[in-house]
């Protein structure tokens, strides 16, 4: 089995920052691209950004010149710097991984999240 732990999340003023980091553990051949999404009561996910294993990223238009995602293959991790965050940024952020397992099987892979919340 494969599991993402999210680490990071915590309570910060607005124009603050926190850096969310995000870990696969278990067997598995290669992870792909990984991204992280967020999640508000009574709201679906949305893709907050990802990134492909070349390093190549994606934001939502939200959060472009705010956040900035990164990856280390070797440790099969994903970060988010989040910078002058503000109060609509408040969710909770999950880890996400496309990964191809030791026999060849694509599967997605979701963290339990972590909170984030910014006051005013």
């Known amino acids: 089995q494969v599991q993402l732990v999210e680490s990071g999340g915590g309570l910060v003023q607005a124009g603050g920052s926190l850096r969310l980091s995000c870990a696969a553990s278990g067997i598995i051949f290669r992870i792909n691209t990984m991204g992280w999404y967020r999640q508000t009561p009574g709201k679906q996910r949305e893709l907050v950004a990802d990134?492909?294993?070349?390093?190549?990223?994606n934001y939502v238009a939200s959060v472009k010149g705010r956040f900035t995602i990164s990856r280390d293959n070797a440790k099969n991790t994903v970060y988010l710097q989040m910078n002058s965050l503000k109060p609509e940024d408040t969710a909770v952020y999950y880890c996400n991984a496309d990964g191809v397992s030791t026999v060849g099987a694509l599967s997605a892979y979701w963290g339990r999240g972590t909170q984030v919340t910014v006051s005013s």
């Open positions: 990134i492909a294993r070349d390093g190549i990223p």
